[in-house]
Nanobody
C-alpha cells in the first residue's frame, strides 16, 4: 500500500517553469514504477512521463519530450516532474501514479494501481 501526494502546481505564464513533486508514503517505495498523467478540462486523462524504480528508464509523451524531465529520489520517497517552456495547452490537473508490479516506465493509466489526488497547473498565454 502506498499513498501519494502531489504538490507544486500553480499559475505560470507561457514559457515559464514549474516543478511538481509527488511524495509517497508506504513500504518499499523504491520498488514502485512512477508516472505522471494529466487531465485537461473536458478531456481524457493522458500520459505525461514515467520512470522505472531504479530511475534508469524514463518515458515521455511526444507533446512534452524535450521540455519535461521526470526524476526520483528514493531516499526521499519523492518523484519530480520538472516542466520547462510551458504552453497554455499544458494546463491540466496533474496526477502522480505508482505501481509495485510493473517494470520499466509504463505509459498506460491502467498499469498503475495507486493514484494521487492531483495538482492544478495553469499556464496563461
Amino acid at each position: 500500500q502506498v499513498q501519494l501526494e502531489e504538490s507544486g502546481g500553480g499559475l505560470v505564464q507561457s514559457g515559464g517553469s514549474l516543478t511538481l513533486s509527488c511524495a509517497a508514503s508506504g513500504r518499499t517505495y523504491s520498488r514502485y514504477v512512477m508516472g505522471w498523467f494529466r487531465q485537461a478540462l473536458g478531456k481524457e486523462r493522458e500520459f505525461v512521463a514515467a520512470i522505472s524504480w531504479s530511475g534508469s528508464t524514463t518515458a515521455y509523451a511526444d507533446s512534452v519530450k524535450g521540455r519535461f524531465t521526470i526524476s526520483r529520489d528514493n531516499a526521499k520517497n519523492t518523484v519530480y516532474l520538472q516542466m520547462n517552456s510551458l504552453k497554455p495547452e499544458d494546463t491540466a490537473v496533474y496526477y502522480c501514479a505508482a505501481d509495485p508490479e510493473r517494470v520499466g516506465a509504463p505509459h498506460r493509466s491502467y498499469e498503475y494501481h495507486y493514484w494521487g489526488q492531483g495538482t492544478q497547473v495553469t499556464v496563461s498565454s
